[in-house]
């Protein structure tokens, strides 16, 4: 339905979208539209931007191989829930990243998010979460060289992402509560989702610490024997 | 008799989706109160009275916002008393309260979508969009169940080979994360071998057809027609400001003119959609088996 078939316009998009036009349409909105339509743009964005860049996918050649592996690490990283609030779907979803590519990471992650809210419960958050997941994991490819090189930069990566989800989603929260968004209620929203946020990058280390090396070399072996 | 949840997916998810939409970007306390009543009357007659807790989210929801919301918020003009020289105003536990019933009725609706958009009609709807995506997330949900299954037996393995001490919190979770190893080579391996059989069954050779379990009955149609027809009506409304409330710094009294009604209206009927498609099913099935 939504496939774009010229794949220049599509490699376009699918780089630009994430990088160029949702920052800069995020920046500039609260001047160009009225504050009491933030919210719904913001939320058609967001979907918008998901359903692009998933619908782009059809299109690519991602491998049969390579598919299926997909859907193993989003099923792993949804398993791998061992308390309600610690989730290693970062750390498998940068992992998954790192050792099968940037398209890879990005359905890890949002695929992940749609997953686990079968469990948490599906709200208006869902899309928030897959775009922060996905991007995530989409960054993470980009970076997979100087990544899967310094095992400190992984790290900081980490926990990174983890400020950065938890930051992402209380835009979402904001503009949820308020209907409109501004510094001084974002900067509340931000203040109480410290523990959250403190939770969220210091699980992320921790899983990463615990999974690079075991999933890392499980991943490249796979890669190696099936020449991925 | 067809249920709600039989109905096509993409109706039903198009009607809940429009639904839970616009409540949760408009401030109309009518139409909030009319959202919340619809989604909580809808979760009755899926649920009765099972759920206590979730009932009492639409109480305490609604209560705990309008207490706390004039903590953080100094606007309004209409001062009722001060805590810790901090004025509590009448706008702000007004606004408390409306916001309180916006999420309330966000909640349930989403409830409601969680409960009728299993992952096999996700799936359905999925399938407009990508067919290899589509794929790789029904996978994943069947995944999800295999591992699990797996994960047991992996355990009982361990525990076979004597792994596991008794209640023992470190050797608990080191067990889990060699657990958790074990699966992930299983399930690589497993993933491998599923791709080579789907490539030798001639998986992307060609084009593929599929199968579904949805067809598109007059009802269906009907029931899509209905929700975009009135979600619409709603949606231009609110869009042209005909719902647009201020409640600083002084609560705004609605204007009642003819735009009002029709978007509290179509909207309703928008809401009231489900339990109008249950309500006609009993009467018919009340009248079959009654000229038994």
Partial sequence: MLVIRSERIRHMLGTALPFAIMPALVLLLPVGIQAQYYALVSFLMVVLALLLFLS????????????????????????????????????????????????AG?????????????????????????????????????????????????????????????????????????KEFTLHEYAAALATAVPYTVLYAVSNLLFLMIFTKPIGDKLSRIRKKYGL | MRTYDAMNPLAVAVQLLLTACITVFCMEPVLLVLSLCAAMAFFFQRNGMGHRGFYALALGLPLLFMLLNPLWNQHGTSVLFFINNRAVTKEALYFGAVTGIRLAAVLYWFRSFSDLMTSDKLFYLLRFLSPKLALIFSMAVRNLALFRQQMHRIQNAQKALGLYREKHLIDDVRGGIRVFSVLISWALEN???????????GYGTGKRTSCTNYCWKRQDVTLLLLSLLFSGTAIVLIARGYLERQFYPVIQPPVHGAGWYTAVTAYAALALLPLLHEGKEALIWYRLRSSI
């Fill in chain 1, 106 to 178: 990005f359905l890890v992650g949002a695929l992940s998010a749609v997953l686990s809210n079968f469990i948490m419960g599906q709200g208006p958050w869902t899309p928030f979460q897959m775009l922060a997941w996905g991007l995530i994991g989409l960054f993470a490819g980009i970076c997979a060289k100087p990544l899967l090189r310094s095992r400190l930069l992984l790290y900081g990566y980490g926990l990174l992402s983890g400020a950065a989800y938890s930051m992402l989603l209380d835009v979402w929260t904001t503009v949820w509560t308020y």
């Fill in chain 2, 191 to 201: 993933g491998i071998i599923t791709a080579s059989s789907m490539a030798a069954r």
């Fill in chain 1, 56 to 103: 782009g996918f059809e299109r690519r050649e991602l491998g049969t191989r390579r598919m299926i592996l997909v859907s193993v690490m989003t099923a792993l990283s949804v398993i791998g829930r061992l308390l309600p609030l610690i989730k290693p779907i970062t750390a498998l979803t940068i992992l998954s990243a790192l050792y099968l590519g940037k398209e």
